[in-house]
Structures are given as C-alpha cells and as structure tokens.
C-alpha cells in the first residue's frame, strides 16, 4: 500500500500517538513498517513518523543510508522505533538546520542536544536501550517528536515564527510543491493545528 505524506495544518500531526501492542499488533506493524519505508524512500526523506502518513502512533523509521557519502558508518542505519522513549538528552545544545517532509520546501535551525539515550521496540521487535549521537540523534529527536504531535518548527525562535506564519498559513492551504503526494487538514480548522508552544504541551523536554 502507497502512503501520502500528511501536511502542516492537519489535525493528526498534533496528537500524540498511542503505544503499540506487539503481542497483538506485530503482523500489521510489520508490514506498516514496510510500507512506511517504501514511503520514505520514494518522497527522499531520512526519517518517517506514523504521524505523517495519517497513523496515530508511537512509530517513527530512521533511514540515513543517503548520508553514506558523507558519513559511511551510516551506510546500513535503516532502522524502526517502536514505544520509543528518550531516557536521556545531553551534550552540547548544538543548531542544525531541518526540513520536514510534512512541511514541504522550509528549512529552519533548530537546536537540540546532541547526544541522547532511548528505549524503543526495534523492526525485529526487540527491545533495545541504545544512545546516540550526531546526525541520527538528530534524525530520532525530530521524528520522536511526531509521534508527540511537535513539528520542528514548534522549536524555532519568535522571531522566525513571525518571519514564517505567513508560509505556514499558505502551506496548510496546499500552497507549496512537492515532488510525492499529500493530504491536507481541513481548511476551516488547519489555523489552530499551526504552531504550538511545545513547553504547554510536553513537560518532560
Ligand atoms: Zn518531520
């Protein structure tokens, strides 16, 4: 199954998603696991939320093989995270500049810690405790925040929150262009869907 890419603006990139039951719901986690990475893949990103393909779920992939030229060790970082939960950030607080596929054509610097710790199920649905650092741990902290209902533009600045209202406003009403395809929320509502104070809305950051 062909999954499109859920846009800024839609009510279920703002929820938070449920946990996963691997006793019962392993066979179709699987093949959601599949599909997501084949969705990934066709529309280039280096990660993927449930979130962003309309599933309202603890579920984000990781694939950071495109980075390979750059970073070779990187070459098979292909991987699932399931029930994911950051038990540690810390590091230096370092700016790296972002894009989403659920925010089509914007980039912003966002700053996050640079090294973190996470639990999670992984795609063979084992439990893993593993900690990060650099580009990944960049990759996991946005994506994690999905399946929070926080997009990456909830951690920019005032001042370029200001600066982008007016793009943001227009992308949730489908002006942008994107090379794979996309839903939008509903028009009348998609105002209230647009940013979000992250500090009222998660505490444990
Ligand atoms: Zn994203």
Known sequence: MKYPIYVIGHEILRKEGRNIDIETEKEEISELITDMFDAMKESEGVGLAAQQIGKSLKLFLVDASPLADELPELADFKHAFINAVITERKGDIIKMNEGCLSIP?????VWRHDEITIKYIDENFQEQENTFSGYVARIIQHEYDHTYGILFTDRISKVRKALIQNKI??????????SYKTV??????S????????KDYISSM
């Open 105 to 109: 054509g914007l980039r912003e610097d």
């Open 184 to 189: 939008l929320g509903n028009k009348k509502t």
């Open 191 to 198: 105002a209230q869907y647009l940013f979000r104070n992250v």
């Open 169 to 178: 406003k227009a992308m949730a009403l489908g002006k942008f262009k994107a």
